[in-house]
């Protein structure tokens, strides 16, 4: 299996760091993993090459997670990334407008690394 | 017109009798799963009075306006935020400051969750974080305070929501 290259998106950078160590412990074999601190690091990110997942914070300075999904569905190459919204964000609505603009799922947080590897796995699947 | 915040007013949440409880349980579950530690909360007294050096504040804007904030001496957020990083070292003061940032905000955001005419209708800010030796948080909101005290190790947590009416 091609280990994956992972973009983590959030303001802070303890959450990156916890992001990052819950995909080690639940066990997925990573490749680069790529830190960005807004949706417009993100962007940047994403033109510099292509990722395999995205997790992405919504509530963020600059650009949040939802203007970032929303610039990020219309760069042709990023077309079929996943992305997952990792929020603490408690509005339906606002999770529903990630799901309708492209995100394939979020993790509330709080979340155990077990909430990322069940939500994150299947969509490493097609790596395989 | 504002239909959007026509909307928001229309659906203004007062607090009630259940949101202590609820602030105190949202804080509890932040803890337990994001550092494997079990708050004990303090009883509640009128001499419980929130100090320290480190606070954190998250604003809740729409059906509910105020502010949410967690206070504490350094010396526990370096602990809370060695406990987030599973770091048995010292952590760097940005990260401190990063951590309880981000546990105010997850506070913030499970309370809101755990009542529903909030979690749709109330938005929260970026979270701030207020360090130094000698200062007072004094809050224009007018409305109900409610505020819990947990023990943390060997030192003391206040978390507070302070609501504008």
Known sequence: ?128 | MNPALDAKIQTAVRPDATWGSLLELATKEVFQIMLQSDLNTRPKSLEDVASGDTTAMVGLAGSLCGVLSIRCASRTAESMAGRMLGSVGPVAASDVADAIAEICNMVAGNFKGKISLLADHCMLSVPTVIRGDDYEMVTIADGEQIAASFGYENGVIWVSLAVHS
Request: with cysteine; hydrophobic share 45%; aromatic share 4%.
């Open chain 1, 1 to 128: 299996m091609k280990r994956p290259r992972i973009l983590i998106v959030d303001d802070s950078s303890v959450m990156r760091k916890i992001v990052e160590r819950s995909l080690r412990q639940a066990g997925l074999e990573l490749g680069d993993i790529v830190e960005a601190g807004n949706g417009i690091e993100a962007l940047a990110a994403v033109n510099a090459g292509p990722f395999d997942l995205i997790l992405s914070d919504i509530n963020m300075p600059a650009m949040d997670g939802i203007e970032f999904l929303r610039q990020l569905v219309t760069i042709e190459s990023c077309k079929g990334t996943p992305v997952v919204m990792v929020t603490t964000e408690g509005s339906e609505s606002r999770v529903v407008e990630a799901l309708s603009i492209g995100a394939k799922g979020y993790i509330r947080k709080p979340f155990t690394p077990d909430q990322i590897k069940e939500r994150v796995t299947p969509l490493l699947e097609v790596l395989r």
